[in-house]
C-alpha cells in the first residue's frame, strides 16, 4: 500500500467532514471550496443517471445538487467521504428530473407505449393524441411510488430487471411484481376510448 497516498486520501477526508460540518452550522461560506471540489464529480454522476440531460437543465441541476447538499449538511455522517455523499445526491437530483421528464420524453411525443402494451396508431386525431397524453400523465402521476419508479427505470431508462433491483435495493421478483402491476393499473387509468384503437373497438 502507498502510504503517503493513504495519508493524503485521508487527509483530504478530513477536509471535507470539516467543511460539511460547516455547512451543518448553516456557514454559506463552505459552499464555495466544496463546490470546487465536488462540481465535476457531481456532473459525472448527473450525466450517468441523465445522460440525455441538455447543458442548460445540466447546470440547473448542479445547483440543485449544491442546495440539497447545503439543506441536508445536518445529515451528513462524518467519515462517509463527501464526494461519496454528493454522488449520491447527484444521482437521486437525476433521478428526480428523469421522473419529472419522462413523460414529455418518452411518452408524450407518441401516440403510445408498445412496452406498456398500447400499440402505435398513425391515425390518431390531433385533439385525441392531445387527450392521450393528458391521460397518461395523470395515470403515470396516480400511480404508487413504488410502482413509479420501476415503470420510469424500464420503460423510460431503459434498464433490466436486475439492474433496477440494484438500484431500487430490492429483489428481482419484487421489480417484476410492481412493474406488472404499474401497467396494468396504467391501463385501468387511462380511458378506452383514448387508447389506439379503442374507440374504433367500442364502436364495433
Known sequence: MD??????EAAADQAG???MARLAARDRTALAPLYLRCSPLAKRALLRFAPECATSDL???LQDVFVALFEGAPRYPAGVGVERWIWGIAANTARHWRRKTW???KLLGRQGDPSMGMARRSE???ETAVALRRAIKRAI???PEEQRDVLVLDAAEGF????IAGILGIR???VRTRLFRARRRLLELVPDQLLPGGAEGSAR
Open 124 to 126: 390518431t386525431s390531433p
Open 59 to 61: 447546470e440547473d441541476l
Open 17 to 19: 467532514d470539516a467543511l
Open 172 to 174: 428481482h421478483e419484487t
Open 3 to 8: 502510504v503517503g497516498r493513504g495519508q493524503e
Open 160 to 163: 433490466s430487471g436486475e439492474e
Open 141 to 143: 402521476d396516480a400511480l
Open 103 to 105: 413523460v414529455r420524453r
